[in-house]
């Protein structure tokens, strides 16, 4: 079974640049989440879909942050413009319904803003 | 909301075993979760607890106690591809959101 997919892996911008993650959950997949990682911190949770509807977005900085999952499969995350606190790793995972127990990630991407 | 807690930093010697303690503080628990992530990689699913008392797979064991909000895992027989970092979740009941301890880096050395 292939796992979550995410790419890029590794991004480089410099401030107040735009920057757009892609993700493929596991086929089947109803859930999807993206996750913000910081060096030394565990996942924090941006957004998750139910098939290409938001549940929950509370914790995006939707002032710079977006994301859409247009068909309820793959889904897009995009900054702009992006800010040196911005550098982190973004995690994608998804499960296979809102209340199921696991939830499988992606290896992320990693972003540096210069 | 949730407020977890598990150590930063840990080293044991190949062979043998390491304990990764996580205490949390939540609203409404419906859950622990312990992922294992090497570095630059993916967190992969180790365990999950919803019920007290312990749950063996393998060389890795994880024990819940909601009374007191603790959870520990178990990692016996090190090996030196154990060295990653450990990370304790819990989710909610209303609304199952995952929320993430900062993670526990485990170091073996030969």
């Known amino acids: 079974e292939a796992g979550v997919a995410q790419s890029p892996r590794y991004k480089i911008i410099e401030k107040r640049q735009s920057v757009a993650f892609w993700c493929n959950p596991i086929?089947?997949?109803?859930?999807l989440y993206w996750y913000q990682q910081i060096l030394g911190q565990g996942p924090k949770l941006l957004i998750q879909f139910q098939n290409n509807g938001v549940v929950d977005d509370s914790q995006l900085p939707k002032d710079r942050f977006s994301a859409e999952r247009l068909k309820g499969v793959d889904s897009t995350l995009k900054i702009q413009p992006a800010k040196l606190e911005d550098s982190a790793v973004y995690l994608c995972a998804s499960s296979f319904g809102t209340s199921s127990n696991i939830q499988y990630f992606g290896a992320g991407t990693r972003l540096s803003v210069l | 909301g949730q407020n977890i807690d598990q150590p930063t930093e840990m080293t044991a010697t190949e062979g043998a075993i390491v304990q990764i303690n996580c205490t949390y503080q939540t609203s409404g628990f419906n859950g622990l979760f312990w992922y294992q992530q090497h570095a630059g990689e993916a967190p992969t699913f180790l365990s999950y607890n919803v019920l007290d008392g312990l749950e063996e797979k393998g060389r890795f064991s994880s024990f819940l106690s909601r009374s007191k909000g603790y959870s520990y895992l178990l990692l016996k027989e090190l090996q030196m591809k154990d060295s990653a970092s450990y990370l304790c979740?819990?989710?909610?009941?209303?609304?199952?959101?995952?929320?993430f301890g900062a993670g526990t880096t485990v170091t073996v050395r030969a």
């Open positions: 086929s089947g997949h109803a859930t």
């Open positions: 979740a819990v989710r909610d009941r209303s609304d199952y959101k995952l929320s």
